[in-house]
């Protein structure tokens, strides 16, 4: 696996503060384009390096977001297998994990669940396991007993009433672990564009 990766100041930060945390869960906010991908695998590479018994299981809103992170994957040495089926509920020996949809995982937690004692989640844009409540259900199901669970998203919350799974609620509003917003990463350059809005003159009938 690969051991050196070049990292952006608040993913070092959100790194240190993951490793320093004591429960299990952890939830990770930062803006869209910040590089939420490359702290999740860096974090992945360290716990693996740590548990080589563990198994990263990745699980990502759509299909093709999951051979994203499989590729995204490749480049740190972690391979991923994007086609796992539950059928048969086996693990690929050859690989260092899976990647699956929140679909997937409700359509068979139990799949997930025998083998959760082992894993490192990385739940991607976690508030769509709120989509349905059977899918919240499930991804809980499928993953309450695993040693380390990392969520990422930029955009924590949902418009309607369906508690989003593994996260700590404030008044009624997700607590992130770490938060990196877009006037940080605008602060830092180089790691978001700024928003323009260009004005054009002439005339209009």
Do not use: C
Request: cysteine-free; proline content about 7%; aromatic content about 10%.
């Amino acid at each position: 696996m690969a051991r050196s990766v070049r990292l952006r100041r608040w993913q070092k930060q959100a790194l240190d503060q993951l490793a320093a945390h004591p429960g299990p869960d952890f939830l990770a906010v930062a803006t869209p384009g910040a590089g939420k991908t490359t702290f999740a695998l860096t974090a992945a590479l360290q716990h693996l390096a740590a548990n080589p018994s563990h198994r990263l299981v990745v699980v990502a809103p759509t299909s093709h977001l999951k051979l994203q992170w499989a590729r995204a994957a490749a480049v740190f040495g972690v391979h991923l297998e994007p086609n796992w089926s539950s059928v048969s509920g086996r693990l690929p020996a050859d690989m260092h994990g899976i990647v699956v949809t929140y679909q997937q995982v409700a359509a068979n937690p139990g799949a997930l669940r025998q083998h959760a004692d082992r894993f490192l989640v990385v739940l991607d844009e976690l508030h769509h396991a709120g989509d349905e409540r059977a899918w919240g259900s499930a991804v809980r199901l499928a993953f309450e007993r695993a040693p380390r669970r990392l969520a990422i998203s930029g955009t924590p919350f949902r418009s309607d009433t369906h508690a989003i799974p593994f996260v700590e609620y404030h008044l009624d509003e997700a607590r992130p672990n770490y938060e990196y917003g877009y006037e940080q990463a605008l602060a830092d350059r180089r790691v978001v564009r700024p928003v323009w809005f260009p004005r054009i003159n002439g005339f209009m009938e």
